[in-house]
T-cell receptor
């Protein structure tokens, strides 16, 4: 079983839609959680950190569920520019490294 | 403020050739990382340097060596390239381990 698992998609949604991605992790010692965005043939860029209490940044909301070992990303009012691959990232101190999910591809259509 | 820079952007090697990928950051970060990204596999950690003077193996270190030259620079060396090392290589840095990482633009390497 992979340490970090994501639904690869693709998710194809119309502009204005709400879309949610989940990411599960296997290491219960995981301490830090992030969502990154990666455009085609570009480097990953930090979208947001995920805090225990959940956090929001504009149209984006991230949640953490430690009991079930998953994090989620909700995108409201999708824009064409949201089309990208979204990477879930988990850090565990007992591994001492970041583990990346393989990514979920989102395409927002007019 | 350039962030994380990597050279070269593209490289084609023949099997058995060697090369060094260069990475530098200007954010005064303590930790630096090398990843490879293959289709469907996500990013996998090759080596990392938690602080200047230290390096440690990641998930897929075989066939690679690294050098943390100073706080700014972290290089990745392929001593004898193999076709299985065809990949996109990303360097990243962070203030410390467990903090968010910032990535360079990547090196696209093809080994024939």
């Amino acid at each position: 079983r992979k340490e970090v698992e994501q639904d690869p998609g693709p998710f194809n949604v119309p502009e204005g839609a709400t879309v949610a991605f989940n990411c599960t992790y296997s290491n219960s010692a995981s301490q830090s959680f992030f969502w990154y965005r990666q455009d085609c043939r570009k480097e990953p860029k930090l979208l947001m950190s995920v805090y225990s209490s959940g956090n929001e940044d504009g149209r984006f909301t991230a949640q953490l569920n430690r009991a079930s070992q998953y994090i989620s990303l909700l995108i409201r009012d999708s824009k064409l520019s949201d089309s990208a691959t979204y990477l879930c990232v988990v850090f565990a101190y007992n591994n001492n490294d970041m583990r990346f999910g393989a990514g979920t591809r989102l395409t927002v259509k007019p | 403020n350039a962030g994380v820079t990597q050279t070269p952007k593209f490289q084609v090697l023949k099997t058995g050739q060697s090369m060094t990928l260069q990475c530098a950051q200007d954010m005064n970060h303590n930790s630096m990382y090398w990843y490879r990204q293959d289709p469907g596999m996500g990013l996998r950690l090759i080596y990392y340097s938690a602080s200047e003077g230290t390096t440690d193996k990641g998930e897929v270190p075989n066939g690679y060596n690294v050098s943390r030259l100073n706080k700014r620079e972290f290089s990745l060396r392929l001593e004898s390239a193999a076709p299985s090392q065809t990949s996109v290589y990303f360097c990243a840095s962070s203030f410390q381990e467990a903090y968010e990482q910032y990535f360079g633009p990547g090196t696209r390497l093809t080994v024939t």
